[in-house]
């Protein structure tokens, strides 16, 4: 397991990214249908996420848990999302896979690139996808 880079947050800019990551290792465990319809409603009313923003989020939640600093990535991909979204933006939550070898993975991106992982785009296929309101996903 290896372990993304973690920075130290501040006490007070911990309480946000925490309830991130407790609700995202709920979603975490729910089937795949319910998990989109979930993010599809959270995402409503959020405008599209910056880059910035975006990495923002998830070098937060990378901060305040090890497990989403491992290789914990859909509850990773979910808490970053949802702490965009709790800050007025949405990001394109994915998740997809590569096959040879077979790998499958979960994250976030931003104008088709991905935010924050050692993957180019195209890397991995997305299989399920929910972005902003507005785009296809």
Same mark, same amino acid.
């Given at each position: 397991?290896?372990?993304?880079?973690? +920075?130290?947050?501040?006490?007070?800019?911990?309480? !946000?990214?925490?309830?991130?990551? #407790? *609700?995202?290792?709920?979603? $975490? %465990?729910?089937?795949?249908?319910?998990?989109?319809?979930?993010?599809?409603?959270?995402?409503?009313?959020?405008?599209?996420?910056?880059?910035?923003?975006?990495?923002?989020?998830?070098?937060?939640?990378?901060?305040? +848990?090890?497990?989403?600093?491992?290789?914990?990535? !859909?509850?990773?991909?979910?808490? #970053? *999302?949802?702490?965009?979204? $709790? %800050?007025?933006?949405?990001?394109?939550?994915?998740?997809?896979?590569?096959?040879?070898?077979?790998?499958?993975?979960?994250?976030?991106?931003?104008?088709?690139?991905?935010?924050?992982?050692?993957?180019?785009?195209?890397?991995?296929?997305?299989?399920?996808?929910?972005?902003?309101?507005?785009?296809?996903?």
């Amino acid at each position: 397991m290896s372990l993304d880079h973690r +920075s130290v947050l501040p006490p007070h800019r911990r309480p !946000l990214p925490l309830l991130a990551v #407790a *609700a995202a290792r709920v979603l $975490a %465990r729910v089937k795949p249908a319910a998990l989109r319809r979930v993010l599809e409603f959270a995402r409503r009313g959020g405008r599209p996420a910056s880059g910035e923003e975006a990495r923002r989020a998830r070098d937060e939640v990378v901060a305040v +848990s090890m497990r989403c600093a491992g290789n914990n990535c !859909l509850q990773r991909s979910i808490a #970053a *999302a949802l702490l965009c979204r $709790a %800050r007025g933006a949405w990001p394109t939550w994915c998740t997809g896979v590569r096959t040879h070898p077979f790998a499958a993975h979960a994250w976030i991106q931003v104008d088709d690139e991905p935010v924050g992982e050692p993957h180019p785009a195209g890397f991995f296929r997305p299989l399920l996808s929910v972005g902003p309101v507005g785009e296809c996903g």
